[in-house]
């Protein structure tokens, strides 16, 4: 199904992705708005939660851009698909009713738009990884 996907390429890039998005998610919930406190449960709970989660996303980023990448496709291709990654959590997530502050149409697009730059974050990691190991494949053809 994906011939190109190879397990040591698609280890290195998934796990960039997950903790890149993780790391930000923590930043912007714990840094910016501060409202990582506003967790009901055990905090260690939420982050191992958390993490599996972020695994899961960049392992979707990663069969997605395997299945839509093209040889001349730019970086903006993969922010894209991450981008709309990001979209659909936010739905789900929406849709659940979670969050980690107070409720209202401000803070939802807020965290529509940073969950769409999270995931694109994670989406150009996995695009930067594709590109480079085709150039180390383009290297290994000529020697």
């Given amino acids: 199904m994906f011939p190109e996907l190879n397990t040591k390429r698609f280890m290195i890039s998934w796990l960039l992705a997950a903790f890149l998005m993780m790391g ?11 409202d990582i406190k506003n967790i009901p449960y055990d905090h260690r709970v939420f ?3 958390s993490l599996i989660a972020y695994l ?9 851009a395997s299945h839509f990448r093209h040889e001349d496709a730019g970086l903006f291709r993969f922010i894209s698909i991450g981008a709309v990654l990001g979209f659909l959590m936010f739905l789900i997530v ?4 979670f969050s980690y502050h107070a409720k209202g149409l401000h803070h939802a697009v807020i965290d529509l738009i940073w ?6 974050a994670g989406g150009f990691i996995v695009g930067i ?3 480079v190991y085709s150039r180390i494949d383009a290297i290994h053809e000529v020697e």
């Fill in 129 to 131: 990884s594709y590109r």
């Fill in 24 to 34: 930000l998610s923590l930043f912007w919930h714990g840094v910016i708005l501060n």
């Fill in 115 to 120: 969950q769409m730059l999270e995931q694109g």
């Fill in 56 to 64: 899961g996303i960049a392992a979707m980023l990663n069969f997605l």
């Fill in 94 to 97: 929406f849709i659940l009713g």
């Fill in 47 to 49: 982050l191992a939660l």
